[in-house]
């Protein structure tokens, strides 16, 4: 009886261990897989994602509305960086994408890049860019104008300033 317990004390270790170790592996895949060009799709079926956030975030449809036709006419670009390594990020990317959607932003007009821990991404691209803190919302304009609309997590009021700008 003493051999059973020490056999089923020893099985029990490795049963947690093996699970600690094989949920590490896959978290750190889905970490490798939002570095870089993403879509909102990459972000929305991550395990980062919040759907409580995003569900019960309130748009101020009144405000958007009135940009909605300077949307669809202007040609610009959003540019958004973010890293699931960033508590900010976890809490107002899903803000942001509703925002985006509720705009009907189309996907040429939104590029979606995840930075790692270090807040870089493999092309470089950011560098372009004045990143000072995640998230980082941007628009970026036909003639190459960088319009931060980060300065604030008021999100609604930003993209509206940041269209008007245009």
Same mark, same amino acid.
């Given at each position: 009886?003493?051999?059973?317990?020490?056999y @089923?004390? &020893?099985?029990? =270790?490795?049963?947690? +261990?093996?699970?600690?170790? *094989?949920?590490?592996?896959?978290? !750190?895949?889905?970490?490798?897989?939002?570095?870089?060009?993403?879509?909102?799709?990459?972000?929305?079926?991550?395990?980062?994602?919040?759907?409580?956030?995003y569900?019960?975030?309130?748009?101020?449809? @009144?405000? &958007?509305?009135? =940009?909605?036709?300077? +949307?669809?006419?202007?040609? *610009?670009?959003?540019?958004?960086? !973010?890293?699931?390594?960033?508590?900010?990020?976890?809490?107002?990317?899903?803000?942001?994408?509703?925002?985006?959607?509720?705009?009907k932003?189309?996907?040429?007009?939104?590029?979606?890049f995840?930075?790692?821990?270090?807040?870089?991404?493999?092309?470089g691209?950011?560098?372009?860019?004045?990143?000072?803190?995640?998230? !980082?919302?941007?628009i970026?304009t036909?003639?190459?104008?960088?319009?931060?609309?980060?300065s604030?997590y008021?999100?609604?009021?930003?993209i509206?300033?940041?269209?008007?700008?245009?």
């Amino acid at each position: 009886m003493e051999k059973f317990f020490k056999y @089923s004390f &020893l099985f029990f =270790i490795f049963a947690v +261990v093996s699970v600690q170790f *094989f949920s590490g592996c896959a978290s !750190a895949n889905s970490k490798e897989k939002l570095i870089g060009k993403i879509s909102i799709n990459d972000w929305k079926n991550s395990s980062v994602w919040n759907e409580y956030i995003y569900q019960n975030f309130s748009i101020d449809s @009144s405000k &958007l509305d009135i =940009i909605r036709p300077l +949307v669809k006419q202007k040609k *610009f670009k959003f540019i958004l960086f !973010a890293s699931i390594y960033c508590d900010d990020c976890l809490e107002q990317v899903p803000k942001i994408i509703k925002i985006l959607e509720f705009l009907k932003i189309p996907a040429e007009k939104f590029d979606f890049f995840g930075l790692d821990e270090y807040s870089t991404e493999p092309s470089g691209f950011y560098k372009n860019f004045p990143i000072n803190s995640t998230p !980082a919302l941007f628009i970026l304009t036909n003639q190459n104008t960088i319009i931060n609309c980060s300065s604030s997590y008021k999100w609604e009021n930003e993209i509206i300033k940041g269209i008007q700008q245009i």
